[in-house]
């Protein structure tokens, strides 16, 4: 693929269960970063990964959020015991450190909806 | 905590007039990106910019850095309805991460 792609496109899910949203970022990337985007509002990082390691963890909100990555090329970002206020669109970037100045390439969302 | 505040946060003109949003902070970044993100999309790189005072064209938008490397701004000349979307600028601080600005909703209006 020429993109970085996510799943699902859209989530609706019960308050209280689990998901999961996949990010498949463009090959050879070594960068991936997730975000949040609640409605009308921009980026609020959530946790970058360079390869299989996660330098920084900072913006996750709490411990009900966890993110993986295996193979340095597709990231898994778990909420578990979802809340309302989850709900947001969860957007993946990734990055090539041998591009110019760690210029990101988005994904078009998760839009997660917490019922 | 690095901060990049935009300005306006939301602005709604007539189509063929001229606009400019700034994007200012108080930290040095190394570099500073401008994204557009249209509904429903995720936001696409418009453009990088990296040595204090440097302006770049894309047809009818205009960036330029600060001197100090601490703001930026985006002028549209002419603008046209497909210029709506939400405008996002981020600096690169050389810790591999992005700081985020707080974004300009533009609204173009035939």
């Known amino acids: 693929g020429a993109g970085v792609s996510q799943s699902p496109s859209n989530k609706v899910t019960e308050k209280g269960k689990d998901v999961e949203l996949r990010c498949d970022p463009i090959?050879?990337?070594?960068?991936l970063y997730w975000y949040r985007q609640r409605l009308g509002q921009g980026l609020e990082f959530l946790i970058y990964f360079q390869g299989n390691s996660a330098p920084d963890k900072s913006g996750l909100p709490s411990d009900r959020f966890s993110a993986e990555r295996t193979g340095e090329s597709v990231s898994t970002l778990t909420i578990q015991r979802t809340q309302q206020e989850d709900s947001a669109v969860y957007l993946c970037?990734?990055?090539?450190?041998?591009?110019?100045?760690?210029?990101?390439?988005f994904g078009p969302g998760t839009r997660l909806t917490v019922t | 905590t690095q901060l990049l505040e935009q300005s306006p946060q939301f602005l709604s003109i007539q189509e063929g007039e001229n606009l400019t949003v700034y994007c200012n902070s108080s930290?040095?970044?190394?570099?500073l990106q401008w994204y557009r993100q249209e509904p429903g999309e995720g936001p696409v790189l418009l453009v990088t910019?990296?040595?204090?005072?440097e302006v770049k064209k894309l047809k009818r938008l205009t960036f330029q850095f600060g001197d100090a490397r601490k703001d930026s701004s985006l002028h549209i000349t002419a603008a046209q309805p497909g210029d709506t979307g939400l405008y996002l600028c981020?600096?690169?601080?050389?810790?591999?991460?992005?700081?985020f600005g707080t974004g300009t909703r533009l609204t173009i209006i035939p």
């Open positions: 910019v990296v040595t204090g005072g």
């Open positions: 970037a990734s990055s090539s450190i041998a591009g110019v100045s760690y210029e990101q390439y």
């Open positions: 981020a600096g690169e601080a050389g810790n591999e991460k992005l700081t």
């Open positions: 930290s040095v970044f190394s570099s």
């Open positions: 090959s050879g990337h070594t960068a």
